[in-house]
């Protein structure tokens, strides 16, 4: 049996859950149940990224003890990620005191490329690290993802040297030993490797007391990025445990706007360790509402709980997984959203188990339950080549297909002629290719796959209400 590890990034508990955050662990739980589906064991990492100046500020503002704020946040991550049926085994909080103590440790073992200098420069207080010159000058000193100015900044911190680790880090992400997906954002990154400054990695105690510890000087905490990329190693136990039973991992998800953190600061700090690097690193695009990056000021922020509620999780996993590209920058419109729902889920799939159900239990037919089934290999390529929204197509052109099979073969007619034979062999194939299309469906709508195979266990039972009731 393999063993397969996947992780998501850890979103940081400054605000409540939004649309945006579901796409790491919906393409994860993809991956992860697909991986179950194929005999593998998986470990299946979430959690919560609690430290650093914006949260502290946000509890501040709100006059709570930042304990309580994050720990109030963190919770309603862990509702979100149930609420979202992801299948996931572990999770971990930044602030966890074992997190916190073995990130120390790893501080310890990095102390040959950890170095102590003033700085001036440029910083986004938005991202939280310092902009190079370059940056500044190509967006004209207003960071694009914050819509804020840089500001300038003078302090003394620890730097972790990158430089230390350049060569290695583009030799793996050229031969694909650490493959980045999609391919133009490995380019993106290729570039990136060679003009990456060292990496600010501790702030005085006096501007921030929020974070982890820096060992043996009390004068500075950790900042952020080697507290937050550790946890996919901490929550494993390293370094006081061996972790080669899942390291390295099969798959880690992030969104693009935080892949050159994993795949520069990530390896250089796995390389530091004498850690494998992590197969491959998938980054996805962002959700867009109506062509416009989501803003709580713009005020089309969409609240995921909302979603679940009104139309179910299986709906809400469709369209992300399904209309949203694995890979690129996708819309979300309700409108686009109702039509999908209507026109696919209810009319496609719904209206499939309800027909054929009817007329499988009708015509009192007995299908050929848990047949072995291997998944096809183009099913197979896409899934294993992260290529999920394609794969998702796939399925679907397979439940439009046995759709087709119903009108064209016209087992109502065979009933009507008496054609008795003729009508158990079609019925059985359909049932029998439909409970195949169902475990393919699986990683993508865990809950709805469930509700066809009881419906299709003898003797059939066509569902009382359809699966996907009219709005
Ligand atoms: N705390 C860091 C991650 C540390 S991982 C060691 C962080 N947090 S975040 O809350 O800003 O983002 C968490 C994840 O949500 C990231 O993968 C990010 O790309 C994703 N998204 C946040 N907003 C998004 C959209 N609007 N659309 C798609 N994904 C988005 O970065």
Redesign the pocket.
Known sequence: MNKTYIT????????SP???????YCLADVCARYHRLVGDEVKFQVG??EH?GKIFKKAEDLGKKVEDYVAENAEKFRDFIKKLNVSYTDFIRTTDSNHEHLCQEIWKKLEQHIYKAKYEGWYCTGCERFITDKEYEENHGVCPDHQKPYEKLEEENYYFRIADFKEQITKAITSDELLILPDFRKKEILKLVEDSPDVSISRPREQLTWGVPVPNDESQVMY??ID?????ITILGYPEKDISEWWPATAQ??????LR??AII?PAMLFGLGLPLPKTIS???????DGQ??SKSVGNVVDPIEVIEKHGIDAFRYYFLRHVDSFA?SDFTWEKFENAYSNELANDLGNLVQRLATLVSKNKIEVRENESFETPEDYKTLMEGFEFSKAFDLVWEKIQDLNKRIDNEKPWEMAKNGEVEKLENCLKGLASDLLKVSEMLSPFLPETTEKIQTIFKNPVTPPKEPLFPKQ
């Not at 998501?8 to 605000?15: H, L, Q």
């Not at 939004?18 to 790491?24: C, F, L, Q, R, T």
């Not at 980054?283 to 509402?289: A, N, Q």
Request: proline residues 2%.
């Open positions: 998501t990034a850890i979103p940081y508990v400054n605000g939004h649309v945006g955050h579901a796409m790491d919560t990224d650093g952020v990025w937050a990329l550790s946890n996919y998800f992030v969104g693009k706007d935080i953190f994993h990530w980054s996805h695009g962002m959700i867009l509402v990056k989501m920058d």
